[in-house]
């Protein structure tokens, strides 16, 4: 039972002077909160094969069991934030770390595919929930002076978990624990998300922000439809022989898009609290970000689907071995991104992020060129240095990319920026998800005999990998707007936390705690 014991909420001042002693336990169980839906994020893709054949999943689904969640939890994130603000941080993490271990259950009992997607766009609600609150939590937890320490935590939380994630899904989907097969990959939250919930019902405190924005749950509606008109079209287009009504949906998406600016706008002018501040766009460094962060976020949707696809479909391979495969990929990301930070981009500036653009573009050329020239009879160390050098350039570009984009921002937005950044990367993610069935699918006849499987993957993953290649060299040219010295808007190692989790900086922005 979560304890109902009362305690003040803290002011700013009061976090200062008086630093709360069980601001560490706090930070352990938030933390965790975080690393288990980092670990949530890329423990699915390595299973997913595993579903397709256990569950009979469709195609469509096997993209909606990933781009669901990415599509409710983009949706989601800025009001989550909100909520936290208007109702207590503590109380909304709570609820979405409870949300969340409950969709964990529904997804690791899933009686069928369709149920199993609506677990996961469950999961990914109460992520948008979960996830704001982290940071949030953090600021008024801890005094100004423990920040970077507690930042630079946070940091190896996410190196941890970008390297660990694949590794357990693939051990947990390989041990078949108890005949559960994937299933486990899901369960294991069960244990965490508990002892989370009742240890933060004890040890958090709650704050709130005493000028909190209100909510925009038209702008959400409205964003909502026009992502849903256009993904779910890509993704059961093919199967459908793209009828007329896809097109018609994808063509309405625009209009709904269209329409979601009208009311922003007006929704500006009424009462100030937009969901996207369109104000923003007027800021050249932070549109070109945007559209950045919108196309790289399709580029990573794209390559990780058919790349779990290609090894364990393709080349027949095992989620283990598939798994131990990723390492030198989530090694090389973490060691560039620290390097890009604190060494390269201070002295070089935007040039390091073009940089990371053109050798991960390498990188995919590389192993386009690889699985072509290699066929079916491709080793994993063969596949290490194109992915070596993929995760390099990925990692010049992710760590710097978020204060590059808010460098020309003035303060007073830098909160509504930074929620926006993180959600339209989600987005893309999602629409990345959906292009799977053009860019692979689309390539691959329908009915393969068991001999013509492995060439046909093979095939679609090289065709994928020419379309990512091509993103790459787009996303090179649209950093030609950012500035080529990016101030430094939000402190290193604070912004790193924020990217990562994906939390929504207003929160960041409006420091003041009521009591």
């Not at 660990?164 to 390989?174: F, I, Q, R, V």
Request: hydrophobic fraction near 55%.
């Amino acid at each position: 039972m979560i304890s109902t014991e009362t305690r003040p909420t803290l002011n700013d001042s009061s976090s200062d002077a008086v630093p709360d002693r069980r601001r560490w336990f706090a930070l352990a169980i938030v933390m965790t909160a975080a690393f288990m839906d980092l670990v949530d994020v890329t423990i699915v893709n390595i299973a997913l094969p595993s579903m397709q054949r256990a569950d009979g999943a469709t195609l469509s689904q096997i993209q909606w069991i990933t781009a669901g969640y990415a599509l409710a939890f983009a949706a989601g994130l800025i009001t989550g934030g909100r909520l936290g603000d208007i109702h207590g941080r503590k109380r909304v993490f709570l609820i979405g770390i409870g949300g969340f271990t409950l969709a964990s259950a529904l997804c690791g009992f899933a009686a069928n595919p369709e149920m199993l997607v609506a677990a996961r766009v469950l999961q990914g609600a109460m992520a948008a929930l979960m996830v704001p609150q982290v940071l949030s939590i953090v600021h008024a937890t801890f005094p100004a002076h423990e920040r970077g320490k507690v930042f630079g935590l946070f940091g190896a939380v996410v190196g941890l978990g970008a390297v660990s994630g694949p590794l357990l899904g693939a051990l947990l989907t390989e041990w078949n624990l108890f005949g559960l097969e994937w299933r486990p990959i899901f369960l294991i939250n069960l244990p965490v998300g508990l002892a989370g919930l009742i240890l933060g019902g004890r040890f958090i405190t709650e704050s709130k922000a005493p000028r909190a924005l209100k909510l925009d749950l038209v702008g959400v509606a409205l964003v909502t439809l026009g992502l849903l008109m256009l993904v779910y079209p890509l993704t059961r287009g093919r199967e459908l022989g793209w009828p007329l009504w896809g097109y018609v949906s994808m063509a309405g998406a625009l209009v709904v898009f269209a329409a979601l600016v009208a009311y922003e706008r007006r929704k500006a002018v009424r009462d100030g609290s937009p969901l996207i501040e369109l104000s923003l766009f007027k800021v050249k460094s932070f549109a070109a970000g945007i559209a950045v962060q919108t196309v790289f976020g399709i580029a990573l949707g794209v390559f990780f689907l058919v790349w779990t696809l290609y090894m364990q479909i393709g080349l027949g391979w095992g989620p283990l071995k598939a798994g131990l495969t990723g390492i030198p990929f989530s090694v090389a990301v973490s060691m560039a991104a620290g390097l890009s930070v604190q060494k390269l981009v201070p002295r070089f500036g935007r040039k390091v992020l073009q940089a990371g653009a053109l050798t991960m573009a390498a990188g995919v050329l590389l192993y386009l060129w690889e699985a072509d020239h290699y066929g079916l009879a491709i080793a994993p160390w063969q596949m290490a240095l194109p992915l070596v050098v993929m995760g390099a350039g990925m990692g010049l570009i992710v760590a710097p990319l978020t204060d590059a984009v808010l460098s020309g921002v003035p303060r007073e937005h830098s909160g509504s920026a930074s929620g926006l950044i993180n959600t339209v990367q989600q987005m893309g993610n999602a629409l990345g998800l959906g292009l799977v069935s053009v860019v692979f699918f689309g390539v691959i006849d329908e009915h393969l005999t068991l001999a013509e499987t492995g060439p046909a993957y093979v095939n679609a993953f090289q065709h994928a990998l020419g379309w990512v290649a091509a993103v790459l060299g787009v996303i090179f040219l649209l950093m030609s707007a950012l500035p080529k010295r990016p101030a430094q808007h939000v402190e290193g190692a604070e912004a790193a936390a924020e990217r990562v989790d994906g939390a929504s900086a207003e929160k960041a922005a409006q420091p003041e705690l009521v009591s």
